[in-house]
């Protein structure tokens, strides 16, 4: 079998190699996302794999159809990047890698979360110009202390809530879906009374109709002032300009991002700070704003299981096999 691998980064490479050797099918890398222009590199393949942010769009799945491609997999969690009427309409059958690492995930909210109640930016930044004083980050809070809100507790979320309880803090849950087996580490209860209680909001819910702009003016105004806010989920699930004045008033005491509406514009970008988008300018400022590159599934265990996990998943659709990642709805 042939398989075309679209937007593969070089840290891919090592595992796409022993894959390959390991199961006899070839892969074909390029570096470029799946989309419009690219979609004819896929002639003469007999599956694709792709990981990107950017959408892809209607045309594509009737192009893939065209090429007699009835598959794309997906190397990571979130899909909100597929048009999924469009997929099911030219018979393309999607899968995702629900589980490549929800560890990785988990640990980088954590360690975002310690640098925050730390106070670590501002003491790094005092100390960048001789400032070695205590008052100039100020007093920490410790994490035994705090009522963390997990909104989505699929596996990340889980994974998450089971290190904080390990912790010692107190764990709210926020889903749809109830998970018994959670009940000795979180628990479960509805969005405005999260709001109301925690110190800790950490989202870790896909992005669909129901979650897109969920944490808007009105959702800002239900927390307690003094709030931490987490989003290593997707970008557009928080307004950033209410994010912003909710930062300037001091109704949170801190946020950290993985993710932001308008990442493509910047991230795996090397640019100056003046040359960002104006408002993540202007977020960068904060000394309680932490923002990184989209980087919390970054890991070596991560980085092999995706690979791994798509084109296995990519194997078995061509073949008309069953999978747990395959996308149905």
Known sequence: ??????????????????????????????DQP???????????????????????????????????????????????????????????????VAAYSPRAIAEYTLTQLFNLIRHNKKFDRAMAQGDYTWA?????????????????????????????????????????????????????????EALRRADVI?????????????????FFEKVQPGTIMLNFARGEIVDMTALESALASG???????DVAPNENDFMDQKQTVDELPENIQRLVAYDNFLLSPHIAFYTNTAIKNMVEMALNDAVIMVNGGFTENEILR
């Open 1 to 30: 079998m042939k398989i075309l691998m679209y937007n593969a980064v070089a840290d891919e490479l090592p595992y796409v190699k022993k894959w390959s050797e390991k199961t006899g099918h070839e892969v074909v890398i390029i």
């Open 34 to 96: 799946l989309n419009e222009e690219t979609v004819d590199s896929a002639s003469g393949f007999d599956a694709v794999s792709t990981q990107q942010t950017t959408s892809v769009n209607p045309p594509v799945y009737e192009r893939l159809s065209q090429l007699n491609i009835k598959q794309i997999a997906l190397r990571q969690v979130g899909y909100d990047v597929f048009d999924l009427p469009a997929a099911f309409a030219n018979h393309v059958r999607l899968s995702n």
């Open 136 to 192: 100039a980050g100020g007093q920490a809070r410790e994490i035994h202390d705090l009522t963390v809100a997990i909104i989505g507790v699929g596996r990340i979320g889980t994974a998450l809530a089971e290190m904080l309880h390990a912790l010692g803090a107190q764990v709210l849950g926020v889903d749809p879906v109830y998970r018994a087996q959670n009940e000795p580490f979180v628990t479960y209860t509805t969005l405005d």
């Open 202 to 218: 950490s989202f870790h819910t896909p992005l669909n109709d129901e979650t897109r702009g969920l944490a808007d003016r009105a």
């Open 251 to 257: 109704q949170l005491a801190g946020a950290a991002f």
